[in-house]
Structures are given as structure tokens and as C-alpha cells.
T-cell receptor, first 112, second 115 residues
Framework: DTAVSQTPKYLVTQMGNDKSIKCEQN?????MYWYKQDSKKFLKIMFS???????INETVPNRFSPKSPDKAHLNLHINSLELGDSAVYFC???????????FGNGTRLTVT | AQSVTQLGSHVSVSEGALVLLRCNYS??????LFWYVQYPNQGLQLLLK??????LVKGINGFEAEFKKSETSFHLTKPSAHMSDAAEYFCAVSDPNNAGNMLTFGGGTRLMVKP
């Protein structure tokens, strides 16, 4: 069974659209993360979240918002997509705010 | 503020040779340090971590890293490279006092293993 799963794997959309990426973990972890990896492989934290607190990287535009319907899911919503949003987005999980142990396989977002 | 520098975006070794991937960090507080590996088209996998206990840390797949405060380094080593070690490796740092465990990553080093 996949520990952290993301859907879709690929997402191609046009500028200005709103899209969501889903993430689910079946590890029973209470902390989840979203990371962005750009074309040069540079990784940046976007959000850290558990059932008590959301920590937002201040550099992330407010067009990005995480939504957690329950402890096992942390979805990423993106409004008004821009060309610069093209990247691979990774979801990850851990326990008790420890560093991420398990990553999903990523969602490659292409904005045209 | 914290930062991580990985010297060498590409490292090539022969199978069976020593692997040495370099990582230097900058941090105003005693940091936590990590190495992750990323195989093609996959997410990252934690190799090992330093959290202020033993300075020599052993990880999975035969990798280890040594925290050297005087050199602000956390280099990753493996005595004998295997073809399956070919991947992208990322060093990361975090401030244990900051909420959210927001890791700061280095730019990554691609390890290539020649037969």
C-alpha cells in the first residue's frame, strides 16, 4: 500500500484557472506538508499542518491554500494559476511535527 | 536565517568506490540536519538525520554522515557505491526551535554510478 498518495500525477491547465491537488496518507501521521520543487530541483516548503496548527511559509502567495477535511488528507488549492506555478508539488507526512518521513511521488503541474 | 550549500551539483563515481557528497550549512542556532534521496519520478526518502545526539549518524542503505560543528558540515558518505545508489541527494537544515519544522534544502547533488 502506498503510504502517501497524490492525485493527479500530471496536471496541465491554463493561466487563470483554479485547480486542486489531493493528498492522502495511510500512516496514521498527524502532520502533513506541501513542498514545491521547481525546474532546477530546488525544494521549498509551502505549508506545515497538523490538526492543531497551520504554519505557512510567508513567501507563498495567498492564491495557494491547504484544506484538510480530516487527519489523513491535506489537499492543495490553487487559485488564478500563473505560469510561474509550474513545478512539481510534493505532499509529505510525519508524526508530532517531526521532519517529513514519507513523501508522495509528486504532482507535475504545467500552466500554459 | 538558515541556508544549505551542496558543493557539486553532479558527482560521478565508479561502482565500488567511495561516495562523498558534501553539505555545508549556515545557522544561527544549533541545527537539525538531514539527508534525503530522490529517485527518478519519485518523492524524497529520508536517509538519515542529526538531532544533537551522536555526531556520526548512520542511515539506510549503508550511508552515514558526520556532523562537524567547527566546519559547519554534514557530509554524506558510503564506503562502496552501488548502481542502485544513482539518484538525487538533498541536504536539509531546520531550526529545532521553530514551529512547523520548515526544512531548508540545498540545491541537490546528482550521484551517477559508473559500472
Amino acid at each position: 500500500d502506498t503510504a502517501v498518495s497524490q492525485t493527479p500525477k500530471y496536471l496541465v491547465t491554463q493561466m487563470g484557472n483554479d485547480k486542486s491537488i489531493k493528498c492522502e496518507q495511510n500512516l496514521g501521521h498527524d502532520t502533513m506538508y506541501w513542498y514545491k520543487q521547481d525546474s532546477k530541483k530546488f525544494l521549498k516548503i509551502m505549508f506545515s499542518y497538523n490538526n492543531k496548527e497551520l504554519i505557512i511559509n510567508e513567501t507563498v502567495p495567498n492564491r495557494f491554500s491547504p484544506k484538510s477535511p480530516d487527519k489523513a488528507h491535506l489537499n492543495l488549492h490553487i487559485n488564478s494559476l500563473e505560469l510561474g506555478d509550474s513545478a512539481v508539488y510534493f505532499c509529505a507526512s510525519s508524526q508530532d511535527w517531526s521532519p517529513p518521513l514519507h513523501f508522495g511521488n509528486g504532482t507535475r503541474l504545467t500552466v500554459t | 536565517a538558515q541556508s544549505v550549500t551542496q558543493l557539486g551539483s553532479h558527482v560521478s563515481v565508479s561502482e565500488g568506490a567511495l561516495v562523498l557528497l558534501r553539505c555545508n550549512y549556515s545557522s544561527s542556532v544549533p541545527p537539525y540536519l538531514f539527508w534525503y534521496v530522490q529517485y527518478p519520478n519519485q518523492g524524497l526518502q529520508l536517509l538519515l538525520k542529526y538531532t544533537s545526539a551522536a555526531t556520526l549518524v548512520k542511515g539506510i542503505n549503508g550511508f552515514e554522515a558526520e556532523f562537524k560543528k567547527s566546519e559547519t558540515s554534514f557530509h554524506l558518505t558510503k564506503p562502496s557505491a552501488h548502481m542502485s545508489d544513482a539518484a538525487e541527494y538533498f541536504c536539509a537544515v531546520s531550526d529545532p526551535n521553530n514551529a512547523g519544522n520548515m526544512l531548508t534544502f540545498g540545491g541537490g547533488t546528482r550521484l551517477m554510478v559508473k559500472p
